[in-house]
């Protein structure tokens, strides 16, 4: 025990880490923030903006709105009888009525304020766009009334059409899985992060039965595509290349999804983990776990400050540190491949509760127990799923066929969510 502690705890790396998470959390050192909104034309003037989406719209189901952050290139602004036009810099929340957003996709119509779908642009991240409205002292946010398209700020007209790809393969996906009903509703959540076809008592029900990682984006899903593209390429170019084939996978689900907190952390374990197996080098995945925790607080600092970000490192480290401890105890009277599970899941909530607990005031013991039997059901519905997806785009006659069998699927999957829904949180 000793000796772990020397070689593992005690590492540069993992005493980096120890000592980032205490001056965040404990002694609360104030973090760099995004760029601060820069222009002649003062916020509470501002009519219109021009800019860039910089992240995944988010939607308020109070409010009907959604939010995104706009990276500022031109604004603006208005005395009540002049208008100046003038360069401006930094990030802007801005909140966008639900018409705006929501006007291309499938089942959503808002032809009261607009006759043509077209009069939207598609509001997604790397898409540039002029938003006109006001600001908003009481949300810190600019108040959009109206949204148009714009021109690409970039000089990269490669990562312009490589954005505008992304958005246009989300909306094509939404499409597709509409017609599959509540089904491809969950489908849409686990592969993007779109919630807006997702019955909400279900979210909810996910929520009370411990199961909030399965519909947050982390490394589960990118396991899942990491692991098919590296069976892919194993079965068609064999070994030497499985791993490009897994980094690829990782890639590319990162790039379509967007990169959430518990997203980008997996994403930079995988990384770390598949550069130590393409040059032979011996890791250890504490020290990779730490050496994520400080790339990630670097790049994106306010990261560390959400519930996601909190959740995802403390319940990754718990497993590295407790699950082999945890699985000797339940192979006593289980079989290896459950224990393995239990053992995983007993050590996530084990380091998140205190979490849980603070900031929701109780947490939900019957996670242990209901991960190891939905996991497994929802890797089997995704792998259906993206077959049914290729399928369906290839013959498209088969898409119903695919819809009705996921549709079975899912809604064994809210049985047992339902199910373990029924277990009371504790609660503080």
């Given at each position: 025990?000793?000796?772990t502690?020397?070689k593992?705890?005690?590492?540069?790396?993992?005493?980096s880490?120890?000592f980032?998470f205490?001056a965040i959390?404990a002694l609360?050192?104030?973090l760099r923030?995004?760029?601060e909104?820069?222009?002649?034309?003062?916020k509470e003037?501002?009519?219109?903006?021009?800019?860039?989406?910089?992240?995944?719209?988010v939607?308020n189901?109070?409010?009907q709105?959604y939010s995104?952050?706009?990276?500022v290139?031109?604004?603006?602004?208005?005395d009540?009888?002049i208008?100046?036009h003038?360069e401006?810099?930094?990030?802007?929340?801005a909140?966008?009525?639900?018409?705006?957003?929501e006007?291309?996709?499938?089942g959503?119509l808002?032809?009261?304020?607009?006759?043509?779908a077209s009069?939207?642009p598609?509001?997604?991240?790397?898409?540039?766009?002029i938003?006109e409205?006001?600001w908003?002292?009481t949300?810190?946010a600019f108040c959009?009334e109206?949204?148009k398209?714009?021109?690409y700020?970039?000089?990269?007209?490669?990562?312009?059409?490589?954005?505008?790809?992304?958005?246009l393969s989300?909306?094509?996906?939404?499409r597709?899985?509409y017609?599959w009903?509540?089904?491809?509703?969950?489908i849409?959540?686990l592969?993007?992060?779109?919630?807006?076809?997702?019955?909400?008592d279900v979210?909810e029900?996910?929520?009370?039965?411990?199961?909030?990682?399965?519909l947050?984006?982390s490394?589960m899903h990118?396991?899942?595509f990491s692991?098919?593209?590296?069976?892919?390429?194993?079965k068609i170019?064999?070994k030497?290349?499985?791993?490009l084939?897994?980094l690829a996978?990782?890639?590319?689900?990162s790039w379509?999804a967007g990169?959430?907190?518990s997203?980008?952390r997996a994403l930079?374990?995988?990384?770390?983990?598949l550069?130590?197996s393409l040059?032979?080098?011996?890791?250890?995945?504490?020290?990779?776990l730490c050496?994520a925790?400080?790339?990630?607080?670097c790049?994106?600092p306010?990261d560390s400050?959400?519930?996601?970000f909190m959740l995802?490192?403390?319940?990754?480290?718990?497993?590295?540190?407790?699950?082999k401890?945890?699985?000797h105890?339940?192979?006593l009277?289980?079989?290896?491949s459950?224990?393995?599970?239990l053992?995983?899941?007993c050590?996530?909530?084990?380091?998140t509760?205190p979490?849980?607990i603070k900031?929701f005031?109780m947490?939900?013991?019957i996670?242990?127990i209901?991960?190891?039997?939905v996991?497994?059901?929802i890797?089997?519905f995704l792998a259906l799923?993206?077959f049914?997806?290729?399928?369906?785009l290839c013959?498209?006659f088969l898409s119903?066929l695919?819809?009705c069998?996921l549709?079975v699927?899912?809604k064994v999957?809210?049985?047992?969510v339902?199910f373990f829904?029924?277990v009371?949180p504790?609660?503080?």
């Amino acid at each position: 025990m000793v000796e772990t502690v020397k070689k593992y705890l005690l590492s540069p790396v993992v005493l980096s880490a120890f000592f980032v998470f205490l001056a965040i959390y404990a002694l609360k050192i104030p973090l760099r923030k995004d760029a601060e909104f820069s222009s002649v034309a003062k916020k509470e003037s501002l009519i219109s903006i021009s800019g860039v989406i910089t992240s995944n719209p988010v939607k308020n189901l109070k409010i009907q709105s959604y939010s995104v952050n706009i990276l500022v290139k031109d604004a603006v602004s208005s005395d009540g009888i002049i208008k100046v036009h003038s360069e401006a810099d930094g990030v802007v929340l801005a909140k966008l009525p639900a018409y705006c957003v929501e006007a291309l996709y499938p089942g959503k119509l808002y032809s009261e304020y607009s006759t043509k779908a077209s009069d939207f642009p598609i509001i997604e991240k790397g898409e540039s766009v002029i938003l006109e409205g006001t600001w908003s002292k009481t949300l810190n946010a600019f108040c959009v009334e109206n949204v148009k398209s714009s021109e690409y700020f970039g000089k990269n007209l490669f990562l312009q059409k490589l954005w505008h790809l992304r958005s246009l393969s989300r909306l094509y996906l939404k499409r597709l899985l509409y017609s599959w009903g509540n089904a491809g509703a969950l489908i849409l959540s686990l592969l993007s992060g779109s919630r807006e076809y997702l019955l909400q008592d279900v979210a909810e029900k996910f929520k009370l039965a411990g199961l909030s990682h399965i519909l947050a984006l982390s490394g589960m899903h990118l396991s899942f595509f990491s692991g098919l593209f590296s069976f892919v390429g194993n079965k068609i170019f064999g070994k030497k290349v499985k791993s490009l084939f897994s980094l690829a996978g990782v890639m590319f689900f990162s790039w379509f999804a967007g990169l959430s907190p518990s997203l980008l952390r997996a994403l930079l374990c995988s990384l770390f983990v598949l550069f130590e197996s393409l040059f032979f080098i011996r890791g250890n995945f504490i020290k990779t776990l730490c050496l994520a925790f400080l790339v990630h607080v670097c790049i994106f600092p306010l990261d560390s400050l959400s519930v996601a970000f909190m959740l995802s490192y403390a319940a990754i480290f718990g497993i590295l540190m407790f699950s082999k401890g945890f699985e000797h105890f339940f192979s006593l009277f289980t079989p290896k491949s459950l224990s393995s599970s239990l053992s995983a899941s007993c050590s996530a909530v084990l380091f998140t509760s205190p979490i849980s607990i603070k900031i929701f005031g109780m947490f939900m013991p019957i996670g242990i127990i209901s991960s190891t039997i939905v996991s497994p059901l929802i890797n089997c519905f995704l792998a259906l799923s993206l077959f049914g997806i290729v399928f369906s785009l290839c013959i498209p006659f088969l898409s119903p066929l695919f819809g009705c069998i996921l549709e079975v699927i899912y809604k064994v999957i809210v049985f047992f969510v339902n199910f373990f829904a029924l277990v009371p949180p504790v609660k503080f």
